[in-house]
């Protein structure tokens, strides 16, 4: 039976190309990473971080260890940190910054995921009040997973690093999908990732490769960051095997493939649209978007339906999550689309 996997970019497979760099590894181009001697992930480090414009670069396991070692590196235990509240950092990384970093977690609200500077100004902590933890760290997610792919643009983060420049904040950013917010939009990740101290990218994602992510920032945020990897068991060794992909990925012709998931994604939600079943469809931005469903509709029931019908998606309430990446072409989408309306009409 034919299976269209559309519950998120994590499941795509490397491509051919990825497969060929690995094949052409010997142990010339592997070595220890805990002592800087794997050349493999030398060389990735070094052209993610001319990528992103930044001083340095370290490759990590994945979006999620990223994070951490990136909030540990810029805080103290008992800081706090300004999260926006359907970020990753806060609902979906097992609330490692509390347990592990010891940080107090401060939520704002957002517009898909750009906060009003105004409101988030009477979040701040006063540093000098001996009863309050400092706000020391401001966070934002771009794109924004569960605000269905949205985009912060790079004039709305330069505003962002203004405010929290004028606040004594850093200000990080969970870049898990930067590039399909520099493909959407035709900007260079450089132009998001300027206005931030430091970023954090997956190839694990869009990019198509099967682990890792990248951490940049400065010299010194490199080398704390490091130590934290190590911490939390990131130290892995000769990790050139597995870090190869990743130089296909940062491939110019390979972050540019991303417009294909972009224009699927379109394509698939006007095709939901044009169903004409009372289901509201949001417009993507990107390669994500949601669906909302009647709350007539036992959402267990219909999900079993699809996944009968060869369709794997995410439900969270009465929404489905659909994600379009590598692997998916456009049979696939005309299939979900005729699946999805054969599915409905039993329930609606």
């Not at 009863?131 to 997610?141: D, M, S, V, Y």
């Not at 068991?233 to 540019?256: N, T, Y």
Request: charged share 25%.
């Amino acid at each position: 039976m034919k299976i269209v996997d559309l519950r998120s970019d994590t499941v795509t497979k490397p491509s051919p190309e990825m497969w060929e760099v690995v094949k052409s590894l010997d142990n010339t181009k592997i070595g220890d990473d805990v002592e800087r001697e794997d050349p493999t992930v030398n060389e990735l480090e070094d052209k993610a971080a001319k990528i992103v414009g930044k001083e340095a670069a370290l490759f990590v396991t994945s979006g999620t260890q990223g994070n951490l070692v990136s909030l540990l590196s810029q805080t103290t235990p008992g800081d706090e940190i300004m999260v926006e509240e359907l970020s990753h950092i806060y609902g979906h990384e097992v609330g490692s910054a509390a347990r592990i970093g010891g940080l107090m977690i401060c939520t704002y609200s957002s517009n898909k995921a750009m906060p009003n500077l105004d409101e988030l100004q009477e979040l701040i902590r006063d540093k000098e009040d001996i009863h309050e933890p400092p706000t020391t760290l401001l966070c934002a997610e771009d794109t924004h997973n569960f605000h269905g792919g949205t985009i912060i643009k790079p004039e709305d983060l330069y505003k962002m690093k203004e405010f929290a420049g004028k606040n004594d904040l850093k200000f990080y950013l969970d870049g898990a999908r930067l590039f399909n917010a520099s493909v959407a939009l035709n900007r260079p990740a450089s132009d998001f990732t300027q206005h931030v101290d430091s970023v954090m990218f997956c190839l694990s994602k869009g990019l198509s490769c099967p682990v890792g992510s990248i951490v940049a920032g400065s010299y010194d945020f490199i080398e704390k960051a490091r130590k934290y990897r190590k911490m939390l068991g990131g130290g892995m060794r000769q990790a050139g095997v597995i870090a190869c992909f990743g130089l296909i990925a940062l491939e110019p012709k390979w972050i540019k493939r991303l417009e294909e998931d972009h224009k699927n994604a379109k394509f698939l939600a006007e095709g939901l649209k044009n169903l004409e079943f009372s289901i509201k469809v949001q417009q993507p931005e990107t390669n994500i978007f949601w669906v909302d469903f009647p709350l007539k509709i036992p959402m267990d029931k219909l999900m079993v339906e699809l996944y009968k019908n060869g369709i794997k998606t995410f439900n969270f309430n009465h929404r489905i999550r659909f994600v379009t990446h590598y692997g998916i072409n456009e049979d696939d989408i005309k299939f979900t689309i005729a699946t999805i309306g054969k599915v409905l009409v039993k329930f609606l």
